[in-house]
């Protein structure tokens, strides 16, 4: 697998909602994945930031370029590095959406996004408070009072994340 340049203009960050029920979603999204197509979905409460999402879809990328990748699937590879371990179980419990009604969506390009879009009820853009960013990475044991630090330890601990594992 190729590493693309990351254009992070190119990717899109949504809060959402489901037309579907979360599990008809995920199988949906599960359908949609693979080499053209990166889509996943979070918590919104347990995502810090767009920084949070790239750098779990950067690293997930790096993962299959080093053949060390624990799934199938980048996407399934990014929710493992947004939830800063190597458990999938605890990566849906921290950080996978939880509810059809409220969810940040990610998708790698617009082409993607376009594929997930119809069964999608647009909120907004997710743009996270500084506030809400620091209280997420509280919740992952991060402290900090600027985004800018905060950030660079989001990055640090989601490499640490693989290193650490067995």
Known sequence: MDIPALEFKDF????????KEIGELVRLIGK???KNAVIQIFDSKRIANRVHLAGAYANALITFKNHTNRTRSVAMEMLLFAAMTDQIGDAIDMVGAKSSSDFVLFADKKAAFAKVKPVLKIKSEFE???????????????????????NAKILQKMALSRLNSN
């Open 12 to 19: 899109v960050i949504k809060r959402a909602a489901s037309r």
């Open 32 to 34: 949609l994945n693979g």
């Open 128 to 150: 996270a408070s500084p506030a809400h960013t620091k209280s997420v990475a509280a919740a992952f044991g991060i402290k900090g009072s600027k985004t800018e630090l905060i």
